[in-house]
T-cell receptor, first 119, second 111 residues
């Protein structure tokens, strides 16, 4: 159980184009989904928290107009990198919390990540 | 600002050796998770501890939550090459869904 998928796993795009990344919880309903960015050999950096049916909450320094997040259902969240530039190249990872998990268990289940390369 | 410092940052050992990774903070957490991440993949949850002093074992891995719920340790007995990866601790609190991730420990186990 607790499987999260991400699509695509790799994407290469030209500068100025937009890229959409999908994150799905396959066998549970996710109250909340999270989007992280990870630089080489570093820990995870939280970009935003998304709750189904409401606007995402972005971390300080993350441009909400640049990284559009939509959480349309309890099993799907999307991240769109708009007008991508080479500095947006990174490893993007989503995670999800099980709706039925207790508050004391802040467990997140992670997708396999998406490697974005902007040329 | 809540911070989780992990030590050591890097660890390179031979197969069969034992090791301990530490995760420390000045903040109290309601739960503490340990994840392992392999290159090009997402982190995989290894364990969750929620009670001060709690010890959990997962085969050769032993996890402990500090009595004050501010720190944790991961001990690996007889490390194997398959244990190679980035180990991340992450702390949760009651008032938010977010996790505070540690700085990470990169483990390399050589055959």
């Amino acid at each position: 159980g607790a499987v999260v998928s991400q699509h695509p796993s790799r994407v290469i795009c030209k500068s100025g184009t937009s890229v959409k990344i999908e994150c799905r919880s396959l066998d549970f309903q996710a109250t909340t989904m999270f989007w992280y960015r990870q630089f080489p050999k570093q820990s995870l950096m939280l970009m935003a928290t998304s709750n189904e049916g409401s606007k995402a909450t972005y971390e300080q320094g993350v441009e909400k107009d640049k990284f559009l997040i939509n959480h349309a259902s309890l099993t799907l969240s999307t991240l769109t990198v708009t007008s991508a530039h080479p500095e947006d190249s990174s490893f993007y990872i989503c995670s999800a919390r099980d709706r039925l998990a207790g508050l004391s268990y802040n467990e997140q289940f992670f997708g396999p990540g998406t490697r974005l390369t902007v040329l | 600002t809540q911070l989780l410092e992990q030590s050591p940052q890097f660890l390179s050992i031979q197969e069969g050796e034992n090791l301990t990774v530490y995760c420390n903070s000045s903040s109290v957490f309601s739960s503490l998770q340990w994840y392992r991440q392999e290159p090009g993949e997402g982190p995989v949850l290894l364990v969750t501890v929620v009670t001060g002093g709690e010890v959990k074992k997962l085969k050769r891995l032993t996890f402990q939550f500090g009595d004050a719920r501010k720190d944790s340790s991961l001990h690996i007995t007889a490390a194997q090459p398959g244990d190679t990866g980035l180990y991340l601790c992450a702390g949760g609190t009651y008032n938010t869904d977010k996790l505070i991730f540690g700085t990470g420990t990169r483990l390399q186990v050589f055959p």
